[in-house]
């Protein structure tokens, strides 16, 4: 084997330190032409591919050029934009393969542990959004038992067991308090008018005329019951009255059997969690979301769901606000800028510095205010009807929890009352016993002051005393 020449070997190693960056220069952290491809997802990423880059823009891209800036690189030197018209399935193929133009992508691109494990590398997460639901928007329609619309049934039913339990409760405590002996086959009829005027109080039509101190107390639980149901059912029954809902679906519980569409990176979640079988919506951009939505609004489809920020922009500014999407937060997940298989981890962490140190400025809120369409005419948070929900038990169970305080109040007031009736009243027969006629004249005067203060107790005036003396035919002395 020949030597190899002195000259060549000073002039590789020469060449070799003229490569290495000088002892403390810092290194850039990407190379030069960096591609990032992108795609038309508004809001996220606004695209296309006859404008020239620098007018891109959206969340994602503006989140992007922020980070960029952070760590240094300068858009069309370090790295450029590229809008791209395939699919997302179709561009994370592309990044997994580590293969094409695309070295890192921005758009409206989910974070999973599949893509991670096809060799996709992400970033911090920049926005958390969700899966979300676009159906027809509701439309005003006749109604004749409207409403029941305010109050939903779980409520409806807690309001009428009270109804059937509280009349007999406040009977209960009221006779108890005023009547040594009670007629049980007399209680029908106190029965029924605690019932006329426990409904007549619930809708303010009158109030209780008790006159034990435990009937006033539960009464007066009572009358805040009414006092707080009332109002809210009155409040809510406006926005029923107004505005209809012709479309049933309130939630992801009410789409299986139904039909729904989505991507295929949700559609085994779907299928999965809730039972839905969702159809391939085959999106590629956003005239795709717009396709979708229009299918919806001429009820082929039952819903569409794709990601609840595209499609929250979609719903604002489609023709005559005929999609909406629900509020419900269907499994969150997070958006994240993807570099492509063989990237230099070094290159991720430091871009996903850059993107806390973005969102810690507030830059993404920012950008959340500027491109989404929040407060638009067709937006969910204005759009008539979407938010007129009933008023459940779990709301207002804690009226529940005053008015048994009372009941137990009551109770307990009405127990104390009578065991001290009747230790006072033993006590004052066992003090007179045996005294003749004539006999402690001043001991005789307070028995009988005794007697008539027990006897006017028992004559005190009440509604429910007075009828069932009145339906029975007798009288009190």
């Given at each position: ?38 795609l ?82 992400f ?15 509701d ?8 409403f ?15 109804m ?49 101190l ?17 109002p ?7 926005a ?30 779907l ?22 939505a ?20 979609v ?18 997940f997070?958006?994240?800028v ?10 991720v ?30 937006s ?45 009243w ?20 307070k028995?009988?002051?005794f ?27």
């Open positions: 084997m020949r030597d190899i020449p002195n000259s060549i070997l000073l002039l590789a190693m020469f060449s070799l330190a003229l490569s290495q960056p000088a002892l403390g220069q810092e290194q850039n952290t990407t190379a030069a032409s960096f591609t990032v491809c992108t038309n997802r508004p809001p996220m990423s606004f695209c296309n591919v006859i404008n020239p880059p620098e007018e891109y823009t959206g969340l994602s891209i503006e989140t992007f050029r922020a980070a960029g800036s952070l760590l240094g690189w300068n858009e069309g030197i370090e790295y450029q934009f590229e809008c791209k018209t395939a699919s997302t399935g179709e561009l994370m193929a592309e990044l997994a393969a580590g293969i094409g133009p695309c070295d890192a992508a921005v758009a409206s691109i989910t974070i999973s542990t599949e893509r991670q494990e096809q060799g996709i590398l970033a911090y997460p920049y926005y958390q959004t969700s899966i979300g639901i676009m159906v027809k928007s439309v005003a329609v006749a109604s004749g038992w409207s029941f619309e305010p109050f939903s049934t779980d409520l409806w039913i807690a309001i009428a067991v009270t059937f339990a509280w009349p007999a409760s406040i009977l209960a405590i009221e006779v108890f308090s005023l009547r040594s002996k009670v007629n049980y086959k007399e209680m029908y009829y106190g029965l029924e008018e605690a019932t006329w005027r426990s409904l007549w109080a619930l809708q303010h039509g009158g109030t209780f005329e008790v006159t034990s435990g009937a006033r107390i539960a009464a007066i639980c009572f009358s805040f019951f009414a006092l707080i149901l009332c809210s059912y009155t409040a809510n029954l406006a029923f009255l107004t505005v209809q809902r012709s479309n049933m679906i309130r939630s992801v519980y009410d789409l299986s059997g139904l039909a729904v569409s989505s991507v295929p990176v949700f559609i085994p979640r299928k999965l969690q809730y039972g839905i079988f969702a159809s391939d919506a085959n999106i590629s951009d956003v005239e795709g979301v717009v396709e979708e229009e299918l919806v609004a001429k009820g082929a489809l039952a819903a569409f769901m794709y990601d609840n920020v595209v499609e929250e922009y719903a604002a500014t489609f023709p005559g606000c005929a999609v909406r999407v629900l509020p419900d937060k269907v499994q969150p997070d958006y994240g993807a570099f492509k298989k063989g990237t230099d981890p070094e290159l962490s430091n871009f996903s510095i850059a993107i806390l140190e973005v969102q810690e400025a507030g830059l993404v809120s920012e950008y959340e205010e500027k491109f989404l369409l929040k407060n638009g005419p067709c969910s948070a204005n759009a008539d009807g979407v938010d007129h929900d009933r008023i459940s038990f779990n709301s207002v169970y804690g009226l529940w929890v005053i008015l048994c305080a009372g009941l137990v109040a009551g109770v307990i007031v009405m127990v104390f009352v009578r065991r001290h009736r009747v230790k006072a033993e006590a004052h027969k066992k003090e007179m016993a045996g005294l003749p006629n004539g006999v402690a004249p001043d001991k005789r005067q028995h009988n002051a007697v008539r203060t027990k006897s006017s107790l028992e004559d005190m005036s009440s509604d429910l005393i007075d009828t069932i003396d009145e339906h029975a035919g007798t009288t009190r002395s």
